[in-house]
């Protein structure tokens, strides 16, 4: 059997683009990973999350959420053809729907760790700004993609 990977490689030693195609990366997603990884850094370099704590305190929650928001909103926009054919929107929306969830927890989270004082305030602050905002470029992008699957086919 082959391996899925294996006709990408080929493809791209015969055309270097191809291999820029197939990991072509959708901006949102983008911003939503290295969010992710500053937020994680930034929680172990401060040590906000006690080493006893569970996988349910708050800051961890937090950083969690955002995580999986970041692996979601991956799945639904590091796509070859994007935006998706009308015939796929209602798969992307579906992801990114899940991926809003995971952002409005992760908003439930900041809350928890704001009136706990879990963290700095200014940090927190900031944290819930860029929460917010990925939210409503998901939010905006699902519009977009109900929009495209009302005009049917492209």
Known sequence: ME????AVAEE????PGALAEARRKHPLAERAFEFSVRLHKDVDNHGWVPDEASSEHPVAELVTTVMQTAAKLAGALHVK????????????I???????GYLNDAQLAAEVCA???LTEPAWLAEVRR???????????II????????????
């Open 130 to 140: 860029e929460i917010a905002a990925l939210a409503a470029e998901t939010d905006r």
């Open 81 to 92: 053809d994007y935006p998706p054919p009308a015939r796929f929107c209602g798969h992307t």
């Open 3 to 6: 391996r899925p990977g294996k």
């Open 115 to 117: 009136e706990q004082a």
């Open 143 to 154: 519009g977009e993609l109900r929009e495209r699957l009302a005009r049917g086919w492209d």
């Open 94 to 100: 579906a992801r990114l729907k899940r991926a809003a």
């Open 12 to 15: 791209a030693v015969n055309d």
